[in-house]
Antibody
Framework: QVQLVQSGAEVKKPGASVKVSCKAS????????ISWVRQAPGQGLEWMGR????????DYAQKFQGRATMTTETSTSTASMELRSLTSDDTAFYYC??????????WGQGSLVTVSS | EIVLTQSPGTLSLSPGERATLSCRTS???????VAWYQQKPGQAPRLLFY???SRATGVPDRFSGSGSETDFTLTISRLEPEDFAVYYC??????????FGQGTKLEI
């Protein structure tokens, strides 16, 4: 079955960077994109961006353009998302999800990133 | 930019009742681009519907999705205890981008 297993929780200081990984299994990694969605505590879902297999590009939500970098490593079926210049507003659960073009289906378990001095 | 508005914010019902959740878009959209997700406390979201009305694998048939243009609806015909959760609609927009509604909390 499709599984996305994410890296563990992180605590970072303001101004630092964090990198979250997402290891996929149970499907052909190169046939689907990976989207990243975050959720601040008690809040709704916010799409950050995705790697698209349809055009080979990485698309970012405008809010994260220049501050987030999303990559994939096909040899290990792993996707990663790095977010730089962290502030307390970046404290959230970060999810990876298999991208189907216009929706996402399987989700990782989430990685909690806490930004605190 | 298109805005999604879900209503109500909170819906209080009892098991066995019918639930109707609304998702409205600020402009007419292609129903192909609308999806619904369920999220329970402490869990990742789960896909329920894509293309507004195509049920995802494993979703019980008491759940149904419908709608077109600016009005989309998620209906649960007879609520089971495990259905109490937060529900999000999602739109695939230009840029490209995914836009999520603010969610409807379905509570007992």
């Amino acid at each position: 079955q499709v599984q996305l297993v994410q890296s563990g929780a992180e605590v970072k200081k303001p101004g630092a960077s964090v990198k979250v990984s997402c290891k996929a299994s149970g499907y052909t990694f190169t046939s689907y994109g990976i989207s990243w969605v975050r959720q601040a505590p008690g809040q709704g879902l916010e799409w950050m961006g995705r790697f698209s297999v349809y055009n080979g590009h990485t698309d970012y939500a405008q809010k994260f353009q220049g501050r987030a970098t999303m990559t994939t490593e096909t040899s290990t079926s792993t996707a990663s998302m790095e977010l730089r210049s962290l502030t307390s507003d970046d404290t959230a659960f970060y999810y990876c999800a298999r991208d189907r073009g216009t929706w996402v289906d399987s989700w990782g378990q989430g990685s909690l990133v806490t930004v605190s001095s | 930019e298109i805005v999604l508005t879900q209503s109500p914010g909170t819906l209080s019902l009892s098991p066995g009742e019918r639930a109707t959740l609304s998702c409205r878009t600020s402009q007419s959209v292609t129903s192909t681009y609308v999806a619904w997700y369920q999220q329970k406390p402490g869990q990742a979201p789960r896909l329920l519907f894509y293309g507004a009305s195509s049920r995802a694998t494993g979703v019980p048939d008491r759940f149904s999705g419908s709608g077109s243009e600016t009005d989309f609806t998620l209906t649960i015909s007879r609520l089971e205890p495990e259905d109490f959760a937060v529900y999000y609609c999602q739109l695939y927009g230009s840029s490209p981008t995914y836009i999520f509604g603010q969610g409807t909390k379905l509570e007992i």
